[in-house]
């Protein structure tokens, strides 16, 4: 369903199909609406008399709509101030329904819409009623909102700072109103605040309203159907009586009534197969059910065990001409001499066994295998352990015949019928072993190394009463086994994000994207969505198929890709994302679609990224694509192409999102996922430098049509000891491009070293710079736009005070123009701080208020080491300056080990 439409689409292996269908709508009583033949995709109107809608298809299953399964996403938002009533409704299928407003049991107005958006004009003090009525899945619903004035609600209001620095002093300001906005004394209140790390939230407290009369519903009906839950005591199943319905209807006119009731001998159908090959599925029929077939072998040879685990479709491929069967059934086998297999078509032929036709022989059996059988089935059964890759598909190939594998974590499964002798066990793009397949091993593939334990005949034959029904199946080849890997790939595209999580983004913005319906037409729905966040060294990316929501959001600058099927894609216009709202951006622009290197280059990344928790990759992920999207004027001018790729040199890793320059010119690029590059050297230079965070900056020389093979060296420093610089006063001059800072302060061995992510500890456990904008406070990214602020005197010292509560004030009461006023001194962290209040007066009044203070230092240096080390213990330790001023500014940066000072590249 999409908005006011219900809308129909054909999707083969994953893919949008082009398909003649059949629609048909039902009501609630099953009489039939509407019927079309369309084409599809295709959209219908929503029909609130409509309780399913049933689209069928050649050669496909069908499908249904129950609309009662669904949510009529119709809401009334209604509330009442001291002079007027707000109604306001939600309604995103756009549903017509009868509304009726009462005061008392006295009925006001009434109307009949599909929008309600309105204000009354009421000065009374009673309560209202609204009862919305409307159509959905057939049956008849309502709705209603009790509208009255909360008369014992205080509304609090909080006056302070919305950002201050560690130490520093405000005044904190609240007001307290009644439901008419009067100013109230005498209220007694408390009010404190609260680090955001903690994610507390404001407790309730009790509202002492006055008992109110609710209204007296009359006139109410209700009728049964067989759809109603409470009806279901009264159904009931039975076997079809088909000879009755059969004389009665003429049922075996129906192909699939004469399957289920073959007569006289052997039912057979042949139909030209979708892929060519020729196939075919045999069944054995009782009374109308199909029967377990335990092993099935068609000219002697077994093609198939209902007690193996693997996903292989009940259709085998056979030549054409007449071949021989054999059922094993729990009671019976049954032979087939001959059935004729026409080429080039998909035959299923079914018999019934109770009785058997004359000319079917069969012979008694028990229920169980015998030892014998055990012995000679299990030299045909695969055992092998569980996959421990998720995200991905296993196969088993042999003669060029793959047999799909259950891909689940952990336990013992089986396959078959495999035949002893050389095989191939394959998790594309993951993992390959070729293999001499022995009988009676169990088999457990990993990297570079294959392990068996032996099975007896026991544990891989067993009896099973699994049942085959699927009477449209297709034989598995390397062609499906291809359309499924891409399928398994769209799939995991269309549900795939960043492993991050956004929250800690620190943003309250959210963006709703919506894409016009005519650019879904032309490309189908986009793979995924990437949205970029414009001038900032750190973007907000997120990719996931069909996002329409972007939560978290720093204010700023926005663009969407849109990334499709056939790696075309569409740049939107750019949007201003703003605070304290919902931003929406509709992307409307069909005729602007592309095709380069770049859309194929991210689509590969993502692609590549969908299966890999490494945390390198994930924590480089933003840059890489942010990389490619912002090449937007490769050089393509003369010169010559280089091609290498990128290898750490401890371990010939490779390093991905190196940065790849041509010191001088205009061109450069980004390794891959693999480490690979590949750029053209302009004429005149025939050098390139290398660089990313970590390793040791690198310059190479390159000739035309060369492949080099480049190492990175870590730029890690192994320390004992380390010295602090502190900045003087002021940091930044008035014209904010210079800087001062004064000597070394201190030196501390690595023994007394703790520190954090947010920051840096002395031996004592000061702090002795801030932490930041700690993303998980919400306090703004690097980069962001901050108002101005004076900077205290005080702002580089060294900060002592920290705790976890910046002040409780459970004694304040307002004076008689309903005001409460108070100054805190803030503690020395850098975090989000929520302030809450709660209050009440004497008559019972209450109310409750919540607000926030950002506190942040415009400056700062982190030290990253682990929290603790022993003796004996080295360790690599990673500085960096971080400057959320929003303008460039110079710093020097430097490391003391044993007292010896050297400059560092900024991180």
């Given at each position: 369903?999409?908005?006011?439409?219900?809308?129909f689409?054909?999707?083969?292996?994953?893919?949008?199909?082009?398909?003649?269908?059949?629609?048909t709508?039902?009501?609630i009583?099953?009489?039939e609406?509407?019927e079309?033949k369309v084409?599809?995709?295709y959209?219908?109107?929503?029909?609130?008399?409509?309780?399913?809608?049933?689209?069928?298809?050649?050669?496909m299953?069908?499908?249904?709509?129950?609309l009662k399964?669904?949510p009529?996403?119709?809401?009334?938002?209604?509330?009442?101030?001291?002079?007027?009533?707000?109604?306001?409704?939600q309604?995103?299928?756009?549903?017509?329904?009868?509304?009726?407003?009462y005061?008392?049991?006295?009925?006001?107005?009434?109307?009949y819409?599909?929008?309600?958006?309105?204000?009354?004009?009421?000065?009374?003090?009673?309560?209202?009623?609204?009862?919305?009525?409307?159509?959905w899945?057939?049956?008849?619903?309502?709705?209603?909102?009790?509208?009255?004035?909360?008369k014992?609600?205080?509304?609090?209001r909080?006056?302070?700072?919305?950002?201050?620095?560690?130490?520093?002093?405000?005044?904190?300001?609240?007001?307290?109103?009644?439901?008419?906005?009067?100013?109230?004394p005498?209220?007694?209140?408390?009010?404190?605040?609260?680090?955001r790390?903690?994610?507390?939230?404001?407790?309730e407290?009790?509202?002492f309203?006055?008992k109110?009369?609710?209204?007296?519903?009359?006139?109410?009906?209700?009728?049964?159907?067989?759809y109603?839950?409470?009806?279901?005591?009264n159904?009931?199943?039975e076997?079809?009586?088909?000879p009755?319905?059969?004389?009665l209807f003429?049922?075996?006119?129906?192909?699939?009534?004469?399957?289920?009731?073959?007569?006289?001998?052997?039912?057979?159908?042949?139909?030209p197969?979708?892929?060519?090959?020729?196939?075919v599925?045999?069944?054995?029929i009782?009374?109308?059910?199909?029967q377990?077939v335990?092993?099935?072998?068609?000219?002697?040879?077994?093609?198939y065990?209902?007690?193996?685990?693997?996903?292989?479709?009940?259709?085998?491929?056979?030549?054409?001409?007449r071949?021989?069967?054999?059922?094993?059934?729990a009671?019976?086998?049954?032979?087939?001499?001959?059935?004729?297999?026409?080429?080039g078509?998909?035959?299923?032929?079914?018999?019934?066994d109770?009785?058997?036709?004359?000319?079917?022989?069969?012979?008694?059996?028990k229920?169980?295998?015998?030892?014998?059988e055990?012995?000679?089935l299990s030299?045909?059964?695969?055992?092998?352990r569980?996959?421990?890759?998720?995200?991905?598909?296993?196969y088993?190939?042999?003669?060029?015949?793959p047999?799909?594998?259950?891909?689940?974590?952990?336990?013992?499964?089986?396959?078959?019928?495999?035949?002893?002798g050389?095989?191939?066990?394959?998790?594309?793009?993951y993992?390959?072993?070729a293999?001499?397949?022995?009988p009676l091993?169990q088999?457990?593939?990993?990297?570079?190394?294959?392990?068996?334990?032996s099975?007896?005949?026991?544990?891989?034959?067993f009896n099973?009463n699994?049942?085959?029904s699927?009477?449209?199946?297709?034989?598995?080849?390397r062609?499906?086994?291809?359309?499924?890997?891409?399928?398994?790939?769209h799939?995991?595209?269309?549900?795939?994000?960043l492993?991050?999580?956004?929250?800690?983004?620190?943003?309250?913005?959210s963006?709703?994207?919506?894409t016009d319906?005519?650019i879904?037409k032309a490309?189908?729905?986009?793979?995924?969505?990437?949205?970029?966040?414009?001038?900032?060294?750190?973007?907000?990316?997120?990719?996931?198929?069909n996002?329409?929501?972007?939560?978290?959001?720093?204010?700023g600058?926005?663009y969407v890709?849109l990334?499709?099927?056939?790696?075309?894609?569409?740049?939107s216009?750019?949007?201003?994302?703003?605070?304290?709202?919902?931003?929406?951006?509709?992307?409307?622009n069909?005729?602007?679609?592309?095709?380069d290197?770049?859309s194929?280059?991210?689509?590969?990344?993502?692609?590549?990224?969908?299966?890999?928790?490494?945390?390198?990759?994930?924590?480089?992920?933003?840059?890489?694509?942010?990389?490619?999207i912002?090449?937007?004027?490769?050089y393509?001018?003369?010169?010559f192409?280089?091609?290498?790729?990128?290898?750490?040199?401890?371990?010939?890793?490779?390093?991905?999102?190196?940065?790849i320059?041509?010191?001088?010119?205009?061109?450069?690029?980004?390794?891959d996922?693999d480490?690979?590059?590949?750029?053209?050297?302009p004429?005149?230079f025939?050098?390139?430098?290398?660089?990313f965070?970590?390793?040791?900056p690198?310059?190479?020389?390159v000739?035309p049509?060369?492949?080099?093979?480049?190492?990175?060296?870590?730029?890690m420093?192994e320390?004992?000891?380390?010295?602090?610089i502190?900045?003087?006063?002021?940091?930044?001059?008035?014209?904010?491009?210079?800087?001062?800072?004064?000597?070394?302060?201190?030196?501390?061995?690595?023994?007394?070293?703790?520190?954090?992510?947010?920051?840096?500890?002395?031996?004592?456990?000061?702090?002795?710079?801030?932490?930041g904008?700690?993303?998980?406070?919400?306090?703004?990214?690097p980069?962001s736009?901050?108002?101005?602020?004076?900077?205290?005197?005080f702002?580089?010292?060294?900060?002592?005070?920290?705790t976890?509560?910046?002040?409780?004030?459970?004694d304040l009461?307002?004076?008689?123009?309903?005001?409460a006023s108070?100054?805190?001194k803030y503690?020395?962290?850098?975090?989000?701080?929520?302030?809450?209040?709660?209050?009440?007066?004497?008559h019972?009044?209450?109310g409750?208020?919540e607000?926030m203070?950002?506190?942040?230092?415009?400056?700062l240096?982190q030290?990253?080491?682990?929290?603790?080390?022993?003796?004996?213990?080295?360790?690599c330790?990673?500085?960096?300056?971080i400057n959320?001023?929003?303008d460039?500014?110079?710093?020097?940066?430097?490391?003391?080990?044993?007292?010896?000072?050297?400059p560092?590249?900024?991180?």
């Amino acid at each position: 369903m999409d908005g006011d439409s219900v809308r129909f689409s054909c999707f083969y292996k994953g893919l949008r199909k082009e398909v003649q269908a059949e629609i048909t709508a039902y009501d609630i009583e099953e009489n039939e609406l509407e019927e079309k033949k369309v084409m599809l995709p295709y959209a219908l109107p929503l029909n609130q008399l409509c309780a399913e809608y049933y689209a069928e298809a050649e050669g496909m299953e069908y499908e249904s709509l129950i609309l009662k399964d669904h949510p009529a996403l119709l809401d009334i938002r209604a509330w009442k101030n001291n002079d007027s009533i707000f109604i306001r409704t939600q309604n995103s299928h756009k549903l017509a329904f009868t509304w009726y407003l009462y005061a008392g049991t006295r009925l006001l107005d009434l109307g009949y819409t599909k929008n309600l958006d309105t204000a009354f004009i009421s000065h009374g003090k009673n309560d209202f009623t609204l009862s919305v009525q409307y159509l959905w899945g057939g049956k008849p619903e309502a709705l209603f909102r009790t509208i009255r004035v909360q008369k014992n609600r205080l509304n609090i209001r909080v006056n302070q700072p919305s950002l201050v620095y560690p130490g520093k002093e405000s005044n904190v300001d609240i007001f307290v109103t009644d439901y008419n906005g009067n100013p109230v004394p005498g209220v007694d209140l408390t009010c404190y605040g609260i680090t955001r790390k903690f994610g507390s939230t404001l407790t309730e407290i009790p509202v002492f309203q006055e008992k109110y009369k609710a209204p007296k519903e009359y006139n109410s009906f209700r009728k049964s159907s067989v759809y109603d839950d409470d009806s279901m005591d009264n159904t009931f199943s039975e076997s079809l009586d088909y000879p009755y319905f059969n004389r009665l209807f003429g049922l075996d006119t129906l192909t699939y009534y004469r399957f289920l009731y073959p007569t006289d001998s052997v039912f057979v159908s042949s139909t030209p197969s979708a892929d060519g090959i020729t196939q075919v599925a045999p069944f054995i029929i009782r009374n109308g059910v199909i029967q377990s077939v335990k092993v099935l072998y068609i000219d002697e040879i077994p093609r198939y065990f209902n007690w193996v685990n693997q996903l292989r479709p009940y259709s085998f491929a056979v030549s054409e001409g007449r071949h021989h069967f054999r059922f094993v059934l729990a009671d019976k086998e049954i032979s087939v001499e001959s059935v004729k297999i026409k080429p080039g078509c998909e035959t299923v032929f079914s018999l019934n066994d109770d009785p058997l036709p004359p000319d079917i022989s069969f012979k008694p059996r028990k229920r169980d295998f015998t030892s014998f059988e055990k012995n000679q089935l299990s030299n045909y059964v695969f055992a092998y352990r569980g996959i421990t890759k998720p995200g991905y598909n296993a196969y088993l190939i042999q003669d060029q015949r793959p047999i799909p594998l259950p891909s689940r974590i952990g336990g013992s499964f089986l396959a078959g019928p495999v035949t002893p002798g050389m095989a191939k066990f394959e998790i594309p793009g993951y993992l390959e072993h070729a293999f001499n397949l022995e009988p009676l091993f169990q088999y457990e593939f990993l990297t570079g190394v294959i392990k068996m334990r032996s099975k007896t005949p026991d544990e891989l034959v067993f009896n099973s009463n699994k049942v085959t029904s699927a009477i449209g199946d297709y034989v598995y080849t390397r062609n499906t086994m291809e359309a499924d890997e891409k399928a398994l790939i769209h799939q995991l595209r269309r549900n795939y994000s960043l492993k991050e999580k956004y929250r800690i983004r620190g943003g309250g913005c959210s963006l709703k994207i919506e894409t016009d319906r005519e650019i879904i037409k032309a490309k189908g729905e986009p793979l995924n969505a990437l949205l970029f966040r414009c001038n900032a060294d750190k973007y907000a990316v997120q990719e996931c198929g069909n996002v329409s929501d972007f939560q978290f959001l720093l204010p700023g600058l926005y663009y969407v890709m849109l990334l499709f099927e056939d790696d075309s894609y569409l740049l939107s216009d750019t949007v201003e994302v703003k605070s304290n709202g919902i931003n929406y951006l509709k992307i409307n622009n069909p005729g602007v679609f592309k095709k380069d290197e770049k859309s194929k280059a991210i689509s590969e990344a993502i692609t590549k990224s969908i299966r890999n928790s490494s945390d390198v990759l994930n924590n480089a992920k933003e840059e890489y694509f942010k990389s490619l999207i912002e090449s937007k004027n490769p050089y393509y001018g003369p010169g010559f192409k280089v091609s290498g790729r990128v290898l750490d040199q401890d371990d010939n890793a490779p390093v991905p999102f190196v940065s790849i320059m041509v010191p001088g010119a205009n061109s450069g690029t980004t390794s891959d996922f693999d480490g690979n590059f590949s750029l053209i050297v302009p004429e005149g230079f025939n050098t390139i430098a290398l660089s990313f965070v970590g390793y040791e900056p690198q310059t190479v020389q390159v000739r035309p049509g060369e492949s080099i093979v480049v190492k990175l060296k870590s730029s890690m420093m192994e320390i004992q000891s380390f010295e602090v610089i502190e900045y003087r006063v002021p940091l930044i001059s008035k014209d904010k491009t210079s800087i001062g800072y004064s000597s070394v302060v201190k030196a501390y061995g690595v023994e007394s070293l703790a520190t954090t992510v947010g920051g840096v500890f002395s031996m004592d456990g000061n702090r002795i710079s801030s932490r930041g904008f700690n993303p998980v406070t919400g306090v703004p990214q690097p980069g962001s736009s901050l108002p101005e602020l004076q900077m205290p005197e005080f702002y580089s010292s060294l900060r002592t005070n920290f705790t976890d509560c910046a002040y409780w004030k459970p004694d304040l009461t307002t004076d008689a123009n309903g005001k409460a006023s108070f100054r805190v001194k803030y503690p020395d962290d850098i975090t989000r701080w929520d302030t809450y209040v709660l209050g009440m007066d004497g008559h019972r009044h209450s109310g409750i208020a919540e607000n926030m203070v950002l506190s942040y230092k415009p400056m700062l240096a982190q030290l990253f080491m682990p929290r603790f080390l022993v003796a004996g213990d080295t360790v690599c330790a990673l500085g960096k300056v971080i400057n959320y001023t929003g303008d460039s500014i110079p710093v020097t940066t430097l490391f003391a080990v044993n007292g010896k000072s050297s400059p560092c590249p900024i991180c």
